[in-house]
């Protein structure tokens, strides 16, 4: 790791607005404070933006984007591929950053860098890929030219649970297509955001192309921004009642829209499942990032001629994890990331175990300071009970049965979101018949973790619109233009 200290690296960390090129304090100086979740303890100060930066940031995207759109494409890709390798140098210092921040084991940060960093090797060579159309019209009385063009400004919005590669995924495609942006990292992991800008910086980004502000009052420094006529573009990553406000406020303008909203992934094992791979898939479907992340499975539906056998070995794997400050050598799960995402997981937890579930392991805040629970597995879940409705995003296993197939698949799909699922099955022909049938933008078959630079991801119903990474994802920030060229 860094050489540093962890309080002196964290000095080095940028503190300010980015705008315009330049590190900016935000109006009259406000600042606001980012905690350690694993001992609740302040680590850095930053700056607080005001509505007025905010609009200052979009200023500069606008201003640079006509010169930004204009740069070649070889040339952007070029800044994202200098990025790609800066981060790969600094990858044990913006691990480091994420497991202060954030509170994820440090072996996951680590992987978190490397996921993060394809997409700006991905988009790097994407941006010279992007291409339209030229040929007859059917009547042959002239000529067809399509082509795509930069839809303009963007407004990327982050959440705080991937706060690496949350940002690299949206700016490294809007940057691709010739875009300039705004981003807002969420408030309570925003170093990262301030680190990675920092490092666009240092590849060579023109000023004003990619601008960042921090605030602690995000709807009113936001709504101005999406409000504004020169910004054509919204990504959002977050809950679905925030994504939905958010639609509701680009209406005004027509933006372009991108939505990854909430999940409540279905993890679905038959009866004929290799059950190693299922433990191994559920292991890593659930408690990645401490279970924390949109893409988590959140309902585990097993046949209930395995779901006794599934049960005992999940919960022999979760009682050899460690608990502790994902520095620590050894860790395997870290705090979540405040108080209240701990009170949410053991309301859920114990709203199942009054409904009739059975706890197995876990089950209880972990006492001490930092926002500890201890991961858990609970079976027997009863249909009705919150936890099969409602995101858990907490170290929760909670196990359902089913008894046919028909039924597995109404259990997976009775729920207003589709994210992701997962299927374990040894029969092809059921994996097809997932495939074809479960509700979901993405699916893992006899796999626990789906995400990757080059396959789109997002989901449908309230799970959001619009694909990010894979050759989906430059799409969502280019315009399509056509052009009729007559023949005489």
Same mark, same amino acid.
């Given at each position: 790791?860094?050489?540093?200290?962890?309080?002196?690296?964290?000095?080095?960390?940028?503190?300010?607005?980015?705008?315009?090129?330049?590190?900016?304090?935000?109006?009259?100086?406000?600042? #606001?404070?980012?905690?350690?979740?694993?001992?609740?303890?302040?680590?850095?100060?930053?700056?607080?933006?005001?509505?007025?930066?905010?609009?200052?940031?979009?200023?500069?995207?606008?201003?640079?984007?006509?010169?930004?759109?204009?740069?070649?494409?070889?040339?952007?890709?070029?800044?994202?591929?200098?990025?790609?390798?800066?981060?790969?140098?600094?990858?044990?210092?913006?691990?480091?950053?994420?497991?202060?921040?954030?509170?994820?084991?440090?072996?996951?940060?680590?992987? *978190?860098?490397?996921?993060?960093?394809?997409?700006?090797?991905?988009?790097?060579?994407?941006?010279?890929?992007?291409?339209?159309?030229?040929?007859?019209?059917?009547?042959?009385?002239?000529?067809?030219?399509?082509?795509? +063009?930069?839809?303009?400004?963007?407004? #990327?919005?982050?959440?705080?649970?991937?706060?690496?590669?949350?940002?690299?995924?949206?700016?490294?495609?809007?940057?691709?297509?010739? &875009?300039?942006?705004?981003?807002?990292?969420?408030?309570?992991?925003?170093?990262?955001?301030?680190?990675?800008?920092?490092?666009?910086?240092?590849?060579?980004?023109?000023?004003?192309?990619?601008?960042?502000?921090?605030?602690?009052?995000?709807?009113?420094?936001?709504?101005?921004?999406?409000?504004?006529? +020169?910004?054509?573009?919204?990504?959002?990553?977050?809950?679905?009642?925030?994504?939905?406000?958010?639609?509701?406020?680009?209406?005004?303008?027509?933006?372009?829209?991108?939505?990854?909203?909430?999940?409540?992934?279905?993890?679905?094992?038959? *009866?004929?499942?290799?059950?190693?791979?299922?433990?191994?898939?559920?292991?890593?479907?659930?408690? +990645?990032?401490?279970?924390?992340? &949109?893409?988590?499975?959140?309902?585990?539906?097993?046949?209930?001629?395995?779901?006794?056998?599934?049960?005992?070995?999940?919960?022999?794997?979760?009682?050899?994890?460690?608990?502790?400050?994902?520095?620590?050598?050894?860790?395997?799960?870290?705090?979540?990331?405040?108080?209240?995402? !701990?009170?949410?997981?053991?309301?859920?937890?114990?709203?199942?175990?009054?409904?009739?579930?059975?706890? !197995?392991?876990?089950?209880?805040?972990?006492?001490?300071?930092?926002?500890?629970?201890?991961?858990?597995?609970?079976?027997?879940?009863?249909?009705?009970?919150?936890?099969?409705?409602?995101?858990?995003?907490?170290?929760?296993?909670?196990?359902?049965?089913?008894?046919?197939?028909?039924?597995?698949?109404?259990?997976?799909?009775?729920? *207003?979101?589709? #994210?992701?699922?997962?299927?374990?099955?040894?029969?092809?022909?059921?994996?097809?018949?997932?495939?074809?049938?479960?509700?979901?933008?993405?699916?893992?078959?006899?796999?626990?973790?789906?995400?990757?630079?080059?396959?789109?991801?997002?989901?449908?119903?309230?799970?959001?619109?619009?694909?990010?990474?894979?050759?989906?994802?430059? +799409?969502?920030?280019?315009?399509?233009?056509?052009?009729?060229?007559?023949?005489?």
């Amino acid at each position: 790791m860094t050489a540093l200290s962890e309080s002196e690296f964290l000095a080095t960390v940028p503190h300010q607005l980015y705008i315009g090129g330049k590190w900016v304090d935000a109006e009259g100086g406000k600042t #606001l404070t980012v905690s350690d979740p694993a001992t609740g303890e302040p680590i850095r100060t930053i700056a607080n933006a005001s509505p007025a930066d905010g609009m200052a940031a979009l200023d500069a995207a606008v201003a640079a984007a006509d010169s930004w759109a204009a740069t070649p494409a070889r040339q952007r890709g070029e800044i994202l591929r200098r990025a790609f390798d800066l981060m790969q140098e600094r990858k044990n210092e913006f691990a480091l950053l994420m497991t202060i921040e954030m509170g994820k084991p440090l072996a996951e940060a680590l992987g *978190e860098v490397a996921y993060g960093g394809e997409f700006l090797r991905w988009f790097s060579e994407e941006a010279v890929r992007i291409s339209g159309r030229y040929g007859p019209n059917p009547e042959g009385t002239g000529t067809m030219v399509v082509s795509q +063009r930069p839809v303009g400004p963007c407004f #990327l919005i982050t959440p705080w649970n991937f706060p690496l590669a949350m940002a690299t995924r949206k700016i490294a495609p809007a940057l691709a297509a010739g &875009c300039t942006v705004v981003i807002k990292p969420a408030e309570l992991t925003p170093l990262t955001t301030l680190y990675f800008v920092q490092l666009l910086e240092d590849a060579g980004l023109p000023a004003g192309v990619v601008n960042v502000f921090t605030t602690s009052t995000s709807s009113a420094v936001s709504e101005p921004i999406i409000r504004d006529p +020169r910004l054509r573009k919204l990504s959002f990553t977050g809950s679905t009642s925030v994504g939905q406000r958010l639609i509701e406020q680009s209406a005004t303008n027509v933006l372009r829209t991108s939505m990854e909203l909430g999940g409540n992934a279905p993890f679905i094992v038959f *009866e004929d499942a290799d059950l190693d791979k299922a433990v191994d898939g559920a292991i890593i479907a659930k408690f +990645r990032n401490i279970g924390q992340a &949109c893409t988590a499975a959140n309902r585990f539906i097993v046949h209930e001629d395995v779901a006794e056998e599934f049960g005992r070995r999940v919960a022999q794997r979760v009682r050899g994890f460690t608990i502790g400050r994902g520095t620590e050598a050894g860790v395997t799960v870290g705090p979540l990331i405040n108080d209240k995402a !701990v009170d949410k997981a053991d309301q859920l937890v114990q709203d199942a175990i009054s409904r009739g579930a059975t706890l !197995v392991v876990g089950g209880k805040r972990v006492e001490g300071p930092g926002s500890f629970y201890e991961p858990t597995v609970i079976t027997g879940v009863v249909p009705g009970s919150d936890i099969l409705r409602d995101e858990i995003f907490g170290p929760v296993v909670s196990i359902i049965t089913f008894r046919t197939e028909e039924e597995g698949i109404r259990l997976a799909n009775d729920t *207003e979101y589709g #994210l992701v699922g997962y299927v374990f099955t040894e029969s092809l022909a059921r994996g097809q018949r997932m495939i074809d049938q479960l509700e979901t933008g993405m699916m893992g078959l006899n796999v626990g973790v789906v995400s990757n630079a080059a396959a789109p991801f997002g989901g449908v119903k309230l799970s959001g619109l619009g694909r990010e990474g894979g050759l989906e994802g430059i +799409r969502e920030y280019l315009s399509t233009k056509y052009t009729l060229i007559p023949n005489s």
